[in-house]
T-cell receptor, first 114, second 113 residues
Framework: ETGVTQTPRHLVMGMTNKKSLKCEQH?????MYWYKQSAKKPLELMFV???????ENNSVPSRFSPECPNSSHLFLHLHTLQPEDSALYLC?????????????FGQGTRLTVV | DAKTTQPTSMDCAEGRAANLPCNHS???????VYWYRQIHSQGPQYIIH???NNETNEMASLIITEDRKSSTLILPHATLRDTAVYYC??????????????FGTGTRLQVTL
């Protein structure tokens, strides 16, 4: 248990569906992240939210839409995905403004697009 | 952030020390060395980090060479539950910036009986 909770743990969706992934942390952190891990590939940073403002979007297709309504919650809205978007989606959180601080990861959502 | 080089895989007998090397010859002065591990299909787990001094916590020890161009993560008594992919990551620390991590392919450690 890392203090970062992701739901659902598993999700199967069709290419025309709309779904959302949820991440919640109660660690008092003020930065949150979405990472993607495809099969046999390194983790890739998708989005960074700092103090609830998106500060980085690493060329992610618009079919992925993040939302950070407050410092404890982060969503990833999904629509019209492709089969190649099937992956493990990981949420993380950390403190800002502190040197040497580590990021805590959730257990991830295993997404399968059919 | 600068790049790191790690062996693709390593084996270790249970109960023995596991020494995982990492080369980071282009490390900058403001970059920390972080280690994370990822057990199959779970989220990465923070292990330890350091700047230039050796560090130890309840999970592991981190030895950083004096020139900071390489480091070694030591698991003193490996168990089967330590089987995972271990990532060595460099991260520049600037107060007020987010903790972005650039993951490589890591070292797959297999602990055996």
């Amino acid at each position: 248990e890392t203090g970062v909770t992701q739901t659902p743990r598993h999700l199967v969706m069709g290419m025309t569906n709309k779904k959302s992934l949820k991440c919640e942390q109660h660690l008092g952190h003020n930065a949150m992240y979405w990472y993607k891990q495809s099969a046999k590939k390194p983790l890739e940073l998708m989005f960074v939210y700092s103090l609830e403002e998106r500060v980085e979007n690493n060329s992610v297709p618009s079919r992925f839409s993040p939302e950070c309504p407050n410092s404890s919650h982060l969503f990833l809205h999904l629509h019209t995905l492709q089969p190649e978007d099937s992956a493990l989606y990981l949420c993380a959180s950390s403190h800002l403004g502190q040197t040497g601080t580590e990021a805590f990861f959730g257990q991830g959502t295993r997404l399968t697009v059919v | 952030d600068a790049k790191t080089t790690q062996p693709t895989s390593m084996d270790c007998a249970e109960g023995r020390a596991a020494n995982l090397p990492c080369n980071h010859s282009t490390i900058s002065g403001n970059e920390y060395v972080y280690w994370y591990r990822q057990i199959h299909s779970q989220g990465p787990q923070y292990i330890i980090h350091g700047l230039k001094n050796n560090e130890t916590n309840e999970m592991a020890s981190l030895i950083i060479t004096e020139d900071r161009k390489s480091s070694t993560l030591i698991l003193p008594h490996a168990t089967l539950r330590d089987t995972a992919v271990y990532y060595c990551i460099l991260r520049a620390i600037n107060t007020g910036t987010a903790s972005k991590l650039t993951f490589g392919t890591g070292t797959r450690l297999q602990v055996t009986l």
